[in-house]
Structures are given as C-alpha cells and as structure tokens.
T-cell receptor, first 113, second 115 residues
C-alpha cells in the first residue's frame, strides 16, 4: 500500500541555519503531496502542497518540490527562526480517495537562538 | 471562522473501561475524519464520513471501536473496552466534500492515556 517515509528527528538547528527535511513516498497512483506542521499545543496545520510532478509548494519561506522521478518531496527553508520549532509531517493523498491522508512519522525541529 | 472542536482534551482511564470522544467540525464541511496518532508516529486514519455515511473504516478495530455521525454534523468515537495500546492522541478533521483532496482542518485532539 501507499506509504510515506521521513527523516528521523529530532533535528536541532541554530537560528538562520538552512533546513532540509527529507520525505520519500510510495504510491500506486498519482498522489498529491503535503507538508503539515504541528506547533506545540496546537492542531495540525497545512503548510504547503503540490498536486502534480514538478510543482513547487511554498508558504512562510518553506518550499518543497514534487519529484516524481525520485518519489520525493523534501522540505526546505533558507533561514529558520525559533518560531519554526514544531513537528513537521509529510503526507500524501491519492486521487479519488476522498481526501484521505497518509502521513509520515513526523520530524521534530528545534531551533535554538 | 470557528475551527474543529474536540472534547475532552485529555482523558485517563483504566484498561477495560470505555471512553468517548466528541468532535464538532467546521460548519458546512461534509467530510469528517478520525485519526489516531500514537506517540512518535504520524496520524493514521480510523474512519471517514461523508455527511452521515461511512466512506472508509478499513483501519477501525471494529471489535472495540465505534463511531457515528448523527445528522451529518457532530461525531463521536467510542472505545469499549480500552487496551493499553489505545493510548494515543485522537484527532478529528473536516473538509468540504469531493472525490479528491480538499484541505483538511484538524482539531487539537484528545490525548488518551490507558493505564
């Protein structure tokens, strides 16, 4: 079945460092890909999405490009802030699955001043 | 716009007891999801409703878990009897309906501890 694999955390960075969180997926069809973020004490929020190959999703300085040839959707940010400390989840949703999301295990990011 | 509301936020029960969680989705959202998030793992779909009909409950342990969505609005998820491995955060989410993905909005979740 479909699955999502993320790099293990926790990831600890200094403020203004470059961030990459790796995400690869296995899918039977042509899924849409997502990054969700969970800030401490809050619910999951959609951070960005891409619906087809070579699409780039972006939001709040974060970017991820849908790479079909490598089945990847890595999250990047050029300069992280303390406020980016959160747990990040990569997810996919297959077409015609009614919006069901399949999540990776999550990667905890901690940014130090 | 009000978000997805869940209650209670926290619950501690003994194994073999029963427990129920409540979810009120965003107004007008026809699709409602219950996910289970075990510590250190990503959320896993338990059940999906479209209005008050079940779309997908393939991952719901039906011998102990049940869920309903009355009148296509609020939903309850019940566990009876609870096991230690049911300790997790139970997330409710809702979205507008459609065959493909539309953004799902998540509640803050209910953290269940079974002792």
């Amino acid at each position: 079945g479909d699955s999502v694999t993320q790099m293990e955390g926790p990831v600890t960075l200094s403020e203004e460092a470059f961030l990459t969180i790796n995400c690869t997926y296995t899918a039977t069809g042509y899924p849409s890909l997502f990054w969700y973020v969970q800030y401490p004490g809050e619910g999951l929020q959609l951070l960005l999405k891409a619906t087809k190959a070579d699409d780039k999703g972006s939001n709040k300085g974060f970017e991820a490009t849908y790479r079909k040839e490598t089945t990847s959707f890595h999250l990047e940010k050029g300069s992280v802030q303390v406020s980016d400390s959160a747990v990040y989840f990569c997810a996919l949703s297959e077409y015609n699955q009614g919006g069901k999301l399949i999540f990776g295990q999550g990667t905890e990011l901690s940014v130090k001043p | 716009e009000a978000g997805v509301a869940q209650s209670p936020r926290y619950k501690i029960i003994e194994k073999r007891q029963s427990v129920a969680f409540w979810c009120n989705p965003i107004s007008g959202h026809a699709t409602l999801y219950w996910y289970q998030q075990i510590l250190g793992q990503g959320p896993k779909l338990l059940i999906q409703f479209q209005n008050n009909g079940v779309v997908d409950d393939s991952q719901l342990p039906k011998d102990r878990f049940s869920a309903e969505r009355l009148k296509g609005v609020d939903s309850t998820l019940k566990i009876q009897p609870a096991k230690l491995e049911d300790s997790a955060v139970y997330l409710c989410a809702s979205s507008v309906s459609g065959p493909t993905y539309t953004e799902a909005f998540f509640g803050q979740g209910t953290r269940l501890t079974v002792v």
